[in-house]
């Protein structure tokens, strides 16, 4: 089953500090993976777009990795500000497919 | 250039009253999705359509029809509302050969 998984849930930090966010999927044949950020009330925006010959991609402070071969991504944000708060979704692309799978989100809240 | 737009942005049915979400892009893109949100789970996929005329059943099509009557437009209609409805909804569309899919900011439906 073609399935697309994030963790943590949640995860609170610091202002300045760094954060790691991980997702595994098991979607195949795999076409590209995508790193969303959703705001509260708002539509989800892409941050980054990984093809399977692609192992890492930046986007300013946020850095996103793919293992194809173990089926992991994470999405590291740096130095992170009170406007990272929202939450953020891996989202896989299975090839030849109009679709997406779509984890259920990492919910970061940064505070002061 | 407005990207995807969703009218109405929040609506209040009671069951058994029917309404149509309307998604519309300006960016001549082929390809159009309408997905709901709910707590806990990833996007999931409602219908699709990858061109004027055409429409497909995507994993969760129960309930809901559509019409793309209009490369632009893409319609999401609800016959008979029931509280499982009660969601949000995002449409998105989607350039041929591009990468990027962009999401619309989301209608809140609340079914009573």
């Known amino acids: 089953k073609n399935q697309v998984e994030q963790s943590p849930q949640s995860l609170i930090i610091l202002e300045g500090k760094n954060c790691t966010l991980q997702?595994?999927?098991?979607?195949?044949?795999?076409?590209?993976l995508r790193w969303y950020k959703q705001d509260t009330g708002r539509g989800p925006v892409s941050l980054t777009i990984?093809?399977?010959?692609?192992n890492t991609k930046s986007n300013g402070r946020y850095t996103a990795t793919l293992d194809a071969d173990t089926k992991q991504s994470s999405l590291h944000i740096t130095a992170s500000q009170l406007s990272d708060s929202a939450s953020y979704i891996c989202?896989?692309?299975?090839?030849?497919?109009?679709?997406?799978?779509f984890g259920t989100g990492t919910r970061l809240t940064v505070i002061p | 250039n407005a990207g995807v737009t969703q009218t109405p942005k929040f609506r209040v049915l009671k069951t058994g009253q029917s309404m149509t979400l309307l998604c519309a892009q300006d960016?001549?893109?082929?390809?159009m999705y309408w997905y709901r949100q709910d707590p806990g789970m990833g996007l999931r996929l409602i219908h699709y359509?990858?061109?004027?005329?055409?429409?497909a059943k995507g994993e969760v099509p129960d309930g809901y029809n559509v019409s793309r009557l209009k490369k632009q437009n893409f319609l999401l209609g609800l016959e008979s509302a029931a509280p499982s409805q009660t969601s949000v909804y995002f449409c998105?569309?989607?350039?041929?050969?591009?990468?990027?899919?962009?999401f619309g900011p989301g209608t809140r439906l609340t079914v009573t």
């Open positions: 990984m093809t399977f010959s692609e």
């Open positions: 960016m001549n893109h082929e390809y």
């Open positions: 998105a569309s989607w350039g041929r050969g591009r990468h990027e899919q962009y």
């Open positions: 989202v896989v692309r299975q090839t030849g497919a109009n679709n997406l799978f």
């Open positions: 359509s990858v061109g004027e005329g055409t429409t």
């Open positions: 997702c595994n999927y098991t979607v195949s044949p795999f076409s590209n």
